[in-house]
């Protein structure tokens, strides 16, 4: 029910913008927020926002990544600056709501050295 779209290829320090369509959600929701997988590793959490806006970002992203939410579509957003190439992966938008945790397809980022 949710696609991530955005990904590409880009080189180290350049910046991509990641956003989530969804059909309509029509439960409140918690919080969103985008994972990052790759190959031979868990899917691990990259940054997430609560409907509040509350923000948290994993570590080795602070201050490059900004999480926001689409407030037309209620799905998260990602502004990601400073790329490096450790960032590869494919990235995963969710969206936590009272009912349900929807995921949707991700979108691969390649960070070229």
């Known amino acids: 029910q949710l696609q991530a779209s955005g990904g590409g290829l880009v080189q180290a320090g350049g910046s991509l913008r990641l956003s989530c369509a969804a059909s309509r959600i029509g439960e409140a929701i918690n919080n969103m927020g985008w994972y990052r997988q790759t190959p031979g590793n868990r899917r691990e959490l990259v940054a997430s926002?609560?409907?509040?806006?509350?923000?948290m970002y994993a570590d080795s992203v602070k201050g490059r990544f900004t999480i926001s939410i689409d407030n037309a579509i209620n799905t998260p957003s990602l502004q990601m600056n400073s790329l490096k190439p450790e960032d590869t992966g494919i990235y995963y938008c969710?969206?936590?709501?009272?009912?349900?945790?929807?995921w949707g397809q991700g979108t691969l980022v390649t960070v070229s050295s």
């Open positions: 926002i609560a409907i509040g806006g509350a923000t």
């Open positions: 969710h969206v936590d709501t009272v009912r349900r945790n929807l």
